[in-house]
């Protein structure tokens, strides 16, 4: 069976400074891994994903993603937070299960950015 | 191009009143998901549609909600009998398949008085 836990449920940094949202999952085969993001009164944005290529994703606005199977982790990161970058963030795993894939959602990382 | 359109977007209802909320996927999109936001939490799975397969209703909290996909395309979920703690935001996303990206409308706030 997979899970996935974000680690901190916010992430306060300064505009300027790097950002880190922490994602581990839990997995039985071989599984798809996804960011998304959604700000305030907006559905998910599809960030970035792996599908089993390269193990460093990147994705949309400088986030990128580094798929490292022995920690069983899908770190996000950005070199320099801007403003816009204040959201929750969504890691989410998807992978075989009985009868096709199921997908699950972390509880999100609610990410703050300071002037 | 056209993403997923959610209607409406926002609705108000008294306690025990039914509703129906829409959602119009991406064109093509086989995977079809509802899935119920409630203020500041993460997402709760309520139901997944996959082509003509049986739908996944696993996620549904009670039998006053249901949902149905018409000719493959347009979703309704209708929760009955409505009650305070059915007040969330309603999101719908569509895909290729169920481990490929999913595209989210931007929902549904519906208020329970």
């Known amino acids: 069976a997979q899970s996935v836990t974000q680690l901190d449920s916010h992430v306060s940094v300064s505009e300027g400074t790097p950002v880190l949202l922490r994602c581990n999952y839990s997995?039985?085969?071989?599984?798809?891994l996804f960011w998304y993001v959604q700000h305030p009164n907006k559905g998910l944005q599809l960030l970035l994903k792996y599908t089993s290529a390269a193990t460093l994703v990147k994705g949309i606005n400088g986030f990128e993603a580094e798929f490292k199977k022995s920690e069983t982790s899908f770190h996000l990161t950005k070199p320099s937070a801007h403003m816009s970058d204040a959201a929750e963030y969504f890691c989410v795993v998807s992978d075989r299960n009985t009868g096709g894939f199921k997908t699950i959602f972390g509880a999100g990382t609610r990410l703050f950015v300071k002037a | 191009g056209a993403g997923v359109s959610q209607s409406p977007s926002n609705k108000v209802t008294e306690k025990g009143k039914d509703v129906e909320l829409r959602c119009d996927p991406i064109?093509?999109?086989?995977?079809l998901y509802w899935y119920r936001q409630s203020l500041g939490q993460g997402l709760e799975f309520l139901i997944y549609?996959?082509?003509?397969?049986?739908?996944?209703k696993s996620g549904l909290p009670s039998d006053r909600f249901s949902a149905e996909r018409t000719g493959g395309s347009v979703s309704t979920l209708t929760i009955q009998r409505t009650q305070q703690e059915d007040s969330a935001v309603y999101l719908c996303?569509?895909?290729?398949?169920?481990?490929?990206?999913?595209?989210f409308g931007d929902g549904t706030r519906l208020s329970i008085l």
């Open positions: 997995s039985s085969y071989s599984p798809s």
């Open positions: 064109s093509g999109h086989t995977a």
């Open positions: 549609f996959q082509g003509n397969s049986a739908p996944d």
């Open positions: 996303a569509s895909g290729w398949r169920s481990n490929q990206p999913q595209h």
